[in-house]
Antibody
Framework: QVQLKESGPGLVQPSQTLSLTCTVS????????VHWVRQPPGKGLEWMGV???????DYNSALKPRLSISRDTSKSQVFLTMNSLQTEDTGIYYC??????WGQGTLVTVSS | NIVMTQSPKSMSISVGDRVTMNCKAS??????IAWYQQKPGQSPKLLIY???NRYNGVPDRFTGSGYGTDFTLTINSVQAEDAAFYYC?????????FGGGTKLELK
């Protein structure tokens, strides 16, 4: 069955770089798009970006200067990298397959 | 960029009532809208895609409608388990902007 699971450091210091991994199973990254969505505590959902099945990417314009999404199809993994983190980047980070299947999310706290 | 505006921000409804919530796009998005349900501590769940198509396993009391800039999610005969946040999202094209959400509470 389709599964997605986010993993990452949990705690990141301000101004540092966040690296998250979305490990998928039950489908091929070359056939489906994977999106990243985040949610600050007590707030709504924010679409961050997507890696299309063909390997191209699109980003939220507000995050584009510091966001990168990539993948390793052989390992069924999608990567999110975001630099210059600030406290407002604290939240739960989700990956999803075309909105239909979501990971459980991983909490990222930006704090010194 | 397209802005998605949801209304109302919150509503308090009794079990068995009919609920209607709205999503307005700042530009024509045709039928490229999805609706999600999110309960506290859980990931969002897809309810409706392309404005009116119910996703696998979604109860038929959930109905989506609309085209262009104005969209509606209707829940007929609300159940206790429907208490949640509901989000609309522009789909198909990027950016895939979310609305701010509607909180549905049960009286």
């Amino acid at each position: 069955q389709v599964q997605l699971k986010e993993s990452g450091p949990g705690l990141v210091q301000p101004s540092q770089t966040l690296s998250l991994t979305c490990t998928v199973s039950g489908f091929s990254l070359t056939s489906y798009n994977v999106h990243w969505v985040r949610q600050p505590p007590g707030k709504g959902l924010e679409w961050m970006g997507v890696i299309w099945s063909g390997g191209n990417t699109d980003y939220n314009s507000a995050l584009k200067p510091r966001l990168s999404i990539s993948r390793d199809t052989s390992k069924s993994q999608v990567f999110l990298t975001m630099n210059s983190l600030q406290t407002e980047d604290t939240g739960i980070y989700y990956c999803n397959r075309n909105g239909a299947d979501w990971g459980q999310g991983t909490l990222v706290t930006v704090s010194s | 960029n397209i802005v998605m505006t949801q209304s109302p921000k919150s509503m308090s409804i009794s079990v068995g009532d009919r609920v209607t919530m709205n999503c307005k796009a700042s530009q024509n998005v045709y039928n490229n809208i999805a609706w999600y349900q999110q309960k506290p501590g859980q990931s969002p769940k897809l309810l409706i895609y392309y404005a009116s198509n119910r996703y696998n396993g979604v109860p038929d009391r959930f109905t989506g409608s609309g085209y262009g800039t104005d969209f509606t999610l209707t829940i007929n005969s609300v159940q206790a388990e429907d208490a949640a946040f509901y989000y609309c999202q522009r789909i198909y094209n990027s950016p895939r902007t979310f609305g701010g959400g509607t909180k549905l509470e049960l009286k």
